[in-house]
């Protein structure tokens, strides 16, 4: 994958129906975006987003109509579904689209999880899971590209003698979806780059370091790894109304605690009646100044990130990216 600085669209299944997803997609980089990244959502966080289309599905849309990059980001590979079948899944669609795919992986949220009805682990649980999950994965894409069978009897997951039979010639980049130091650092040693989401920079510094450190220890070079950083943000043509798509819109963007054992999206939406305006503070910029919203993501670039995919949480979709396209993202230097 290209360590050229890219800003792609971050197509939010959960608030658009697939096929308006895809155009905006297509839209966005018809004015210098360039990547999609969707998440692997079974239920929106509130019913007011209203949709969650399968990723899977919209990607391989997306293949069609872009010439850009793209990735679930980010899928499960340990609970709804094996990690032989998002192997699979990731396979398929980089053998369609060559040098072009992702694949995206995180630890779960019972939000989308919890759905097959299965015994729901703590945070150290999911962890060990995900990284097994990975080791799988990573297994039938060596074994799968030589032209073998491979098998596999873990801690959690079992795997009989089988192999991918449609296998690009290169396997997808595996990148992980982490903000805490532990994972970071088993990022850098098992995968092949990280994704993060906006966070305080120095929260971001520490992340980098465990990465590298992880890295280091696996024998590569962490500056050559991709390192891809989602942004939330509410842009509109008053602060009032970024404000309001803000609260009706994104309500989990302000809410300060974990959320990965939260099982619905009615439960998120009593808990977003308690959302106040600064509680965004710090967590999302929220401003008609497209300047206040290029100089935020300066920052992070200057923080060493590569692969951004911006998502503006307002229906106002079209406006937000002719205007981005135009004011913002040229303006950004590395």
Same mark, same amino acid.
């Given at each position: 994958?290209?360590?050229?600085?890219?800003?792609?669209?971050?197509?939010?299944?959960?608030?658009?129906?697939?096929?308006?997803?895809?155009?905006?997609?297509?839209?966005?980089?018809?004015?210098? !975006?360039?990547?999609?990244?969707?998440?692997?959502? !079974?239920?929106?966080?509130?019913?007011?987003?209203?949709?969650?289309?399968?990723?899977?599905?919209?990607?391989?849309?997306?293949?069609?109509?872009?010439?850009?990059?793209?990735?679930?980001?980010?899928?499960?590979?340990?609970? @709804?579904?094996?990690?032989?079948?998002?192997?699979?899944?990731?396979?398929?669609?980089?053998?369609?689209?060559?040098?072009?795919?992702?694949?995206?992986?995180?630890?779960?949220?019972?939000?989308?999880?919890?759905?097959?009805?299965?015994?729901?682990?703590?945070?150290?649980?999911?962890?060990?899971?995900? !990284?097994?999950?990975?080791?799988?994965?990573?297994?039938?894409?060596?074994?799968?590209?030589?032209?073998?069978?491979?098998?596999?009897?873990?801690?959690?997951?079992?795997?009989?003698?089988?192999?991918?039979?449609?296998?690009?010639?290169?396997?997808?980049?595996?990148?992980?979806?982490?903000?805490?130091?532990?994972?970071?650092?088993?990022?850098?040693? !098992?995968?092949?780059?990280?994704?993060?989401?906006?966070?305080?920079?120095?929260?971001?510094?520490?992340?980098?370091?465990?990465?590298?450190?992880?890295?280091?220890?696996?024998?590569?070079?962490?500056?050559?790894?991709?390192?891809?950083?989602?942004?939330?943000?509410?842009?509109?043509?008053?602060?009032?109304?970024?404000?309001?798509?803000?609260?009706?819109?994104?309500?989990?963007?302000?809410?300060?605690?974990?959320?990965?054992?939260?099982?619905?999206?009615?439960?998120?939406?009593?808990?977003?009646?308690?959302?106040?305006?600064?509680?965004?503070?710090?967590?999302?910029?929220?401003?008609?100044?497209?300047?206040?919203? @290029?100089?935020?993501?300066?920052?992070?670039?200057?923080?060493?990130?590569?692969?951004?995919?911006?998502?503006?949480?307002?229906?106002?979709?079209?406006?937000?990216?002719?205007?981005?396209?135009?004011?913002?993202?040229?303006?950004?230097?590395?």
């Amino acid at each position: 994958m290209s360590r050229d600085l890219t800003f792609g669209y971050a197509a939010m299944l959960e608030q658009f129906a697939p096929g308006e997803a895809v155009e905006l997609t297509a839209l966005a980089e018809e004015h210098g !975006f360039s990547g999609c990244m969707a998440a692997d959502h !079974f239920q929106p966080w509130v019913p007011q987003q209203g949709q969650a289309s399968f990723v899977w599905s919209v990607l391989a849309a997306v293949g069609e109509r872009t010439a850009g990059d793209f990735g679930p980001g980010v899928t499960c590979p340990s609970f @709804r579904f094996h990690p032989a079948l998002i192997a699979q899944a990731a396979a398929t669609l980089e053998s369609m689209y060559p040098g072009r795919s992702w694949l995206g992986v995180g630890s779960g949220e019972a939000l989308n999880e919890h759905i097959i009805a299965g015994y729901w682990p703590e945070a150290g649980e999911r962890s060990r899971r995900m !990284f097994e999950a990975i080791e799988v994965i990573n297994k039938l894409f060596t074994a799968s590209a030589a032209g073998k069978d491979i098998k596999h009897d873990g801690e959690f997951f079992k795997l009989e003698t089988t192999r991918l039979w449609t296998m690009p010639e290169k396997a997808p980049p595996i990148l992980v979806a982490t903000a805490g130091p532990i994972n970071a650092k088993k990022t850098g040693k !098992f995968a092949d780059g990280i994704i993060t989401v906006g966070a305080p920079l120095e929260k971001i510094e520490g992340l980098f370091a465990k990465f590298a450190d992880g890295a280091k220890e696996a024998g590569k070079d962490p500056d050559s790894m991709p390192k891809v950083l989602q942004l939330h943000m509410s842009w509109a043509h008053t602060d009032e109304q970024a404000l309001t798509n803000a609260m009706t819109e994104w309500p989990n963007g302000g809410m300060k605690f974990p959320k990965a054992d939260i099982r619905s999206p009615l439960d998120f939406e009593q808990m977003a009646k308690l959302v106040r305006p600064e509680d965004f503070e710090g967590r999302m910029v929220i401003s008609a100044d497209p300047d206040v919203h @290029r100089a935020y993501i300066q920052r992070f670039v200057d923080l060493g990130f590569d692969r951004v995919y911006l998502h503006n949480v307002g229906r106002n979709q079209k406006e937000w990216i002719e205007t981005f396209g135009r004011d913002v993202l040229p303006k950004i230097t590395r």
